[in-house]
């Protein structure tokens, strides 16, 4: 099992830049890779970009470019860089680890970022 902390939300004018950081504790040493999701009202959680165990990543088409993830020094550890930020990520964004197993079936409490126009 793991527990996942995410945080860094908050509120934004669009345009601006946000970092999100996650924590993950508990049974790390088996993660594969970590990821971050969100979810904005009404519609159903996506990914937003994964980074692999070896630094290899991959984006969500609507953040590319924008987006940037990566890990800490430990390996428990992933942020999130957010530029150019949209009235459209306006979300709650979740971290999650990857296992052999496949993605973790639990979510923190999650972190809110909110975009103003």
């Known amino acids: 099992q793991v527990q996942l902390v995410e945080s860094g939300g908050g509120l934004v004018q669009a345009g601006g830049s946000l970092r999100l950081s996650c924590a993950a504790a508990?049974?790390?040493?088996?993660?594969?890779?970590m990821g971050w999701y969100r979810q904005a009202p009404g519609k159903q959680r996506e990914l937003v970009a994964i980074?692999?165990?070896?630094?290899?990543?991959n984006y969500g088409d609507s953040v590319k470019g924008r987006f940037t993830i990566s890990r800490g020094n430990a390996k428990n550890t992933v942020y999130l860089q957010m530029n150019s930020l949209k009235p459209e990520d306006t979300a709650v964004y979740y971290c999650?680890?990857?296992?052999?197993?496949?993605?973790?079936?639990?979510w923190g409490q999650g972190t809110q970022v909110t975009v103003s126009s």
């Open positions: 999650n680890a990857q296992y052999s197993s496949g993605w973790y079936n639990g």
């Open positions: 508990g049974s790390i040493f088996s993660i594969n890779a």
């Open positions: 980074i692999s165990s070896d630094g290899m990543t």
